[in-house]
C-alpha cells in the first residue's frame, strides 16, 4: 500500500505561483508513475501533469504547459507540481496520484489540497 498526502494548496492572486508537494509513506516511489489530477466545482476531474518512474519523461494538460513543472525527489519519496502564472481557472482540489508499473489506472490517491485563484 502506499499513502500519499499533499501540501502546499491555499488561496493566490491571478499571476502568482504555488508549490505542490506529495510525500508518501508505505512504499518507495521509485517504481511508481506519479501524476496530479484536478477537479473543479462541477467538473469531472481531469489530469495536469505525469511523471514516469524514469525521471525525465513527463507530459503535461495542453492547459497548463509551459506554465507548470512536475518533479520529483526519490531520496524523499516526493513528488511536486510547480505551478506559475496562475489563473482564475486553475481554482481546483489538486490530487497526487501513484500508478504501480502493471497497473493500467492510477490505484493510489491522495486526500487533495485546494488551491484557489483569486482574479
Known amino acids: 500500500q502506499v499513502q500519499l498526502v499533499e501540501s502546499g494548496g491555499g488561496l493566490v492572486q491571478a499571476g502568482g505561483s504555488l508549490r505542490l508537494s506529495c510525500t508518501a509513506s508505505g512504499r518507495t516511489l521509485i517504481n511508481y508513475n506519479m501524476a496530479w489530477f484536478r477537479q473543479a466545482p462541477g467538473k469531472e476531474r481531469e489530469f495536469v501533469a505525469g511523471?514516469?518512474?524514469?525521471?525525465?519523461?513527463?507530459n503535461y494538460a495542453d492547459s497548463v504547459k509551459g506554465r507548470f513543472t512536475i518533479s520529483r525527489d526519490n531520496t524523499k519519496n516526493a513528488v511536486y507540481l510547480q505551478m506559475n502564472s496562475l489563473q482564475p481557472e486553475d481554482t481546483a482540489v489538486y490530487y497526487c496520484?501513484?500508478?504501480?508499473?502493471?497497473?493500467?489506472?492510477?490505484?493510489?490517491w491522495g486526500q487533495g489540497t485546494q488551491v484557489t485563484v483569486s482574479s
Open positions: 511523471m514516469y518512474w524514469n525521471v525525465g519523461n513527463t
Open positions: 496520484a501513484a500508478r504501480s508499473l502493471v497497473a493500467v489506472t492510477y490505484n493510489y
